[in-house]
C-alpha cells in the first residue's frame, strides 16, 4: 500500500525541506509547478529512477493518479519510501498557493 498524503500535510512537509517530484509532462509542469518540484515525466520514469535522490520522496502530478503510478514503480524496485499527494497540482492550485511557470533550474 502506497502512502498517500493531502494538501495540507504535503505543505508542511514541503516547508520542512521535503523533496517532491512531478511525474507530470514536460509542457504541463513549464505551465505551472510547485515551488522546487523537480520533473521526471512519467513517460520517462522508468528509465529515470536512478537518477531519482536518495530518501523519502513525496510525489506529485495533476490530479494523484499518475504520481501513484510512479510511487507504485518504486516500491516495486526496492524503494518504499515515496508518497503519493493526493489532488495533485491541480488540489495545490486550489487551495490557492503559489506555483513556478517555466522550466526547472538546476
Known sequence: MIPEIDIETFAE?????ATTIDVRETDEYVEAHVPGAHLFPLSEFSERLVD??????LIICKSGG????AAEMLAASGRPEATNVAGGTMAW?????????????G
Open 66 to 69: 499518475r504520481s501513484m503510478k
Open 52 to 57: 531519482l535522490p536518495i530518501g523519502p520522496l
Open 93 to 105: 492550485i486550489a487551495s490557492g498557493r503559489d506555483t513556478v511557470s517555466g522550466p526547472e533550474r
Open 13 to 17: 512537509q514541503l516547508a520542512a525541506g
